[in-house]
């Protein structure tokens, strides 16, 4: 087959993957449809008969629509069994569950004082007043209490309150553990042992110095466990963190020693093909089967059936191939930016790297040609996806890929036989790992030194004009490679030149735009944060700041960008951290720190760090007061101590009076709501709310009715995990008749008074992380 005929029925299985998973319940129906659908073209190609041209066409036509067809089916028959009437009646009636699950990813922690952590699990009972329910196979997010210790394969049995998860995720339910008692049942022997290598190569890393031992497990076996955000950031900022996501290099590297190997012993085909399977089925299992390894371990398996076979692969056609045999097994995989990313830098591997080399080589030695082409190919390829995680264009991205290419096997065989080697031969685990250590030290410091580089990230454009952008200069460069006219090379790389500089200008124009737009007499600035709260309030060159969001980089971007430089209160109202994540970007810039009552040692260790940096800190409890510039404030919660409610519950309230009169709200739920109006302090008729917890959907709708606020100040992560914000509070909104600015979708958002109106700016998303959520 031609290497290309697979790649129209790929798209249209994902495209039709990407369509039936956005909805909860995909009618039978649309699969019955394409299915005649294709059916009827497979006919009428049969018909055309001498017509080879157009029965080709009509075939091809027909296998997307068969594909489509299966995939379809294949989510309106999971879709059934991935909501049980067990579970749809429990969170529609918020009932409690006693509910078995087993453990699918690695717990992530929430931090702050939520002692909470996340994990990915799949329901396979329930147990309710109403009967129990067994033989369930349904993915679902649970939080449960950080002192619980999970590995992947576990089982679980707990209580549980049960909420819809958002419509178009994998998982279907948002699943926290309520009962405090958590039974766990250890995975199967195999699964069991496979973590428990994971987490002694894991320990065992956590103890060498610098960032090579937090990026070793990493780069061995896909245990991202010890990377912190900094350094997160420093791999993104390189182009790098692709590094840390096993992908089709590292399966490559397994089946091909095995191969070796097994081909050095003298055994026959069918051995070393067996035993190339066996293996890529255990790295599987000790790496987890994140997307990007699904997709590699897919590809290798099939070059490797055809091997045994005595086919020859191509490998654009088992690219494709296994693109479909993955979303035919799980449609979900569609939405993974891990998946898409893997795909496409495989694909410009495949398609761009060679005739780029050979461009390359015109200017260059054909050693270095290469060398450039395959990162740039990548990078290309992978660019239109990227944007829309990170609207930016790494510039050193590509040398930095070639400086750290030749470290990342090395680490990945040297790791890996640390790894499997540790229970049997600690010494000689031990003397690989410091081994493995030096160059992942390397790709460490190759990530510091980009990150620090002159003009290391080019601004981009965010959502569609981003990925058209890239995708434009994907396609120039795609035909400037491949073409063979002088003629035409000339006339794409002239387009290509007028496009990357009409590009700049673009973002420059947009740039000096925003700038002559923005308001300099804001009095209030909500900052995009991502899933977090940070925001501002000025008066007479005095700046509160309520909150830091979850990463410092974030809130330090947005300070920059306001001119803000010192900050006389900052208001901490609870400890979880997505409102104190970010806390380090204002370390010794701040005057007072105003905090919820202190319990947990981490909360009391922040804020010594405060103090310890120049600030006073002071407990808020209702009656606290003082003034910003022109403006008074007040805290209206949480009462004093002894005080029952804490973490979200006992976020700090204040109001700020004068002409800004605002009203901030931390993360209150319903029930410390209705405490807060009880108390008669809150008063009516505000300018600005900062609406509570990112809009959740646990509200007391009479405080609103009676706060009645012009503007709502909604601060949430772009398409975060938790629905933020919810509906119900979107239309409570709208009943008392406030308007709404989202960090979301409206960005970093300023406000001003004038005339006695407010009005508003905004910057437009920006597509900051998630963050965690509390």
């Known amino acids: 087959m031609n290497d290309l005929r697979i790649v129209s029925p790929a798209v249209a299985a994902w495209l039709t993957a ?10 039978v129906l649309i699969g019955v449809v394409l299915g005649g659908g294709a059916i009827a073209l497979l006919a009428a190609a049969a018909r055309t008969g001498s017509r080879r041209g157009l029965s080709r066409t009509l075939s091809t036509v027909a296998v997307c629509l068969a594909l489509s067809a299966a995939v379809a089916t294949g989510v309106s028959a999971s879709s059934h069994l991935r909501t049980p009437d067990s579970l749809e009646r429990a969170a529609d009636t918020a009932s409690l569950l006693d509910i078995r699950a087993d453990v699918s990813g690695s717990p992530i922690a929430l931090g702050g004082a939520s002692e909470r952590v996340v994990v990915d699990v799949t329901i396979t009972g329930a147990a309710s007043r109403q009967g129990r329910e067994s033989g369930l196979s349904v993915p679902a997010v649970l939080f449960v209490g950080a002192d619980e210790d999970l590995r992947i394969g576990d089982t679980l049995e707990l209580t549980a309150r049960i909420q819809q998860g958002r419509t178009g995720d994998r998982e279907a339910y948002l699943v926290t553990d309520v009962g405090g008692h958590v039974t766990r049942t250890p995975a199967p022997p195999v699964i069991d042992t496979a973590a428990g290598l994971r987490a002694a190569f894991v320990d065992l890393a956590g103890r060498f110095p610098g960032d090579g031992g937090p990026l070793l497990p990493g780069l061995a076996v896909g245990d991202t466990s010890l990377v912190d955000d900094e350094l997160t950031d420093r791999m993104t900022a390189a182009s790098l963190s692709h590094l840390t996501a096993v992908s089709g290099a590292n399966c490559a590297l397994v089946v091909g020693a095995v191969l070796g190997v097994l081909a050095l012993c003298g055994s026959p085909r069918w051995v070393r093909v067996a035993g190339s399977l066996l293996a890529l089925g255990g790295f599987v299992i000790l790496v987890t089967p994140e997307p990007s390894v699904v997709r590699a371990s897919m590809m290798a398996a099939i070059v490797l059936v055809c091997e ?18 993955c979303l035919l097994i799980d449609p979900w995989l569609s939405r993974e930016f891990g998946f898409a990313l893997s795909v496409a830098a495989t694909a410009g591997l495949l398609f761009l790297a060679g005739p780029l080399t050979t461009v390359l080589q015109k200017i260059m030695p054909l050693w270095l040609a290469g060398a450039v082409a395959l990162p740039l190919a990548a990078q290309l390829a992978c660019q239109p996806i990227i944007v829309l995680l990170d609207p930016s264009v790494p510039l050193w991205g590509v040398p930095a890929n070639m400086l750290a290419a030749p470290a990342a096997p090395i680490v990945t065989i040297l790791g890996m036989s640390a790894c499997l080697l540790l229970p049997v031969l600690p010494g000689l685990a031990n003397v690989l790992a410091v081994l493995a250590w030096l160059p992942s030290q390397w790709i460490a410091g190759v990530a510091a030194a980009t990150e620090a580089a002159p003009l290391a990230r080019l601004p981009g454009a965010p959502g569609v004009a981003g990925v058209l952008s890239a995708s434009v200069v994907l396609v120039l460069v795609a035909v400037l490679a491949g073409s063979r006219s002088p003629v035409m090379r000339r006339w794409v790389a002239s387009a290509l030149t007028v496009a990357i500089c009409g590009y700049l200008a673009v973002l420059g124009g947009a740039r000096v735009g925003e700038l ?10 909500m900052c995009d944060v991502g899933q977090g709260d940070a925001v501002l309030v000025r008066s007479d060159d005095r700046v509160a700041l309520i909150d830091t969001g ?24 609870h400890f979880d951290a997505d409102h104190v994540g970010g806390v380090d970007a204002v370390a010794g810039r701040v005057d007072t720190v105003l905090h919820q009552p202190l319990r947990e040692p981490a909360d009391r260790a922040l804020i010594a760090r405060a103090v310890a940096a120049g600030a006073a800190a002071h407990e808020a409890t209702v009656g606290s007061s003082g003034d910003l510039g022109a403006l008074p404030w007040r805290v209206l919660w949480p009462p004093p101590e002894p005080s029952s409610y804490t973490g979200n519950d006992g976020s700090v309230v204040i109001e700020f009076g004068g002409g800004v009169d605002a009203l901030f709200l931390g993360d209150l739920g319903a029930d410390s709501e209705l405490a807060l109006l009880a108390e008669g302090t809150v008063g009516s008729d505000y300018a600005i709310v900062k609406f509570a917890h990112h809009g959740s959907a646990d509200q007391y709708d009479p405080l609103y009715e009676r706060i009645r606020a012009v503007l709502a100040l909604i601060s949430c992560g772009l398409d975060n995990d938790y629905g933020h914000p919810a509906p119900s509070s979107l239309a409570l909104l709208s009943r008392v008749g406030t308007a709404v600015a989202r960090s979301d979708q ?8 004038r005339a006695g109106e407010l009005e508003t700016w905004s910057s437009g998303p920006s597509g900051a992380p998630e963050g965690p959520s509390g």
């Open 18 to 27: 990407l369509a039936c998973t956005q909805s909860r319940s995909v009618p």
């Open 550 to 573: 979850p990463h410092p980089d974030a809130l330090d971007r947005c300070l920059d960008d306001l001119g803000i430089g010192r900050i006389q209160l900052l208001v901490l109202s």
């Open 516 to 525: 002559w737009s923005r308001p300099d007499d804001w009095s209030v600035a």
């Open 746 to 753: 409206d960005g970093t958002t300023l406000v001003s008074l």
């Open 308 to 325: 045994g076979i005595g086919r020859r692969s191509l490998g654009a056609s088992v690219l494709f191939f296994a693109v479909v045999v």
